[in-house]
């Protein structure tokens, strides 16, 4: 019982020294992450903002092709209809030629 008590009081120590170093190193974090030009959550706010922004405008150019590809698509798939009624329309011909021969 002594065994898992000792690892139990141990895992706590490891656990509260890397929660301890984190939260000490948290305005470090924060400053490196927003770039140093505000020392505070709004500049990493402000960060993640930028990066939003930079993603709209790629998804906006990915919609754009996306539609240009989804009308491609419909025309190749409205020509491929025709040539399948077209088809259609000369195996009923040869088939009612056939069967008129009889």
Do not use: C, R
């Not at 030009?37 to 993603?55: C, I, Q, R, Y």
């Amino acid at each position: 019982m002594k065994n898992h008590v000792w690892g139990y009081v141990i895992g706590i120590a490891i656990f509260a020294m890397v929660v301890g170093i984190w939260v000490w190193q948290l305005p470090n974090i924060i400053a490196h992450a927003s770039h140093g030009e505000d020392k505070g959550l709004a500049g990493l706010m402000s960060t993640f903002g930028g990066a939003k922004t930079a993603v709209n405008s790629g998804l906006a150019k990915a919609q754009v092709q996306l539609d240009l590809n989804l009308k491609s698509v419909s025309k190749t798939m409205a020509a491929e209809e025709a040539q399948a009624a077209v088809v259609q329309n000369l195996k009923n011909k040869i088939t009612a030629g056939a069967t008129a021969a009889k």
